[in-house]
């Protein structure tokens, strides 16, 4: 397991050093660190959702639609972070740009 974890690390490090220059915010270390963080907190979209259903439509959409969208948006999350995680080294989509926007769970929309 520990020669594993040091190859990857390792592959990371190599392909995070010849990935072509980036001078925007979006380059490979962006992205891993953007894929990492909604792969850990995908699942805060729940409570996020029941809020924002709550601040928008009120205390019934709070209780009933909330959960199910913030279901549905953490797994998506979750999903992207993965995606965003293990394919870091490349530049998919083009430039390293997000996938899903907002970037991270509690950043605004606009």
Excluded: H
């Excluded at 520990?2 to 980036?22: D, E, G, N, Q, S």
């Excluded at 390293?96 to 606009?110: A, L, R, S, W």
Aim: charged share 20%; with cysteine; glycine share 10%.
């Amino acid at each position: 397991m520990r020669k594993v974890i040091l190859l990857v690390t390792a592959m990371a490090l190599f392909f995070t050093m010849i990935a072509p220059p980036v001078y925007a915010k979006d380059n490979p270390a962006t992205k891993l660190g953007r894929g990492l963080a909604n792969l850990l907190t995908g699942w805060v979209e729940v409570g996020a959702e029941i809020s924002r259903q709550l601040e928008k439509k009120g205390e019934i959409a709070a209780i009933f639609v909330g959960p199910v969208l913030g279901l549905c948006k953490a797994v998506g999350r979750t999903a992207v972070g993965a995606y965003d995680a293990f394919t870091f080294p490349f530049p998919l989509p083009a430039g390293y740009k997000p996938v899903i926007e907002p970037e991270f769970v509690m950043q605004d929309d606009n």
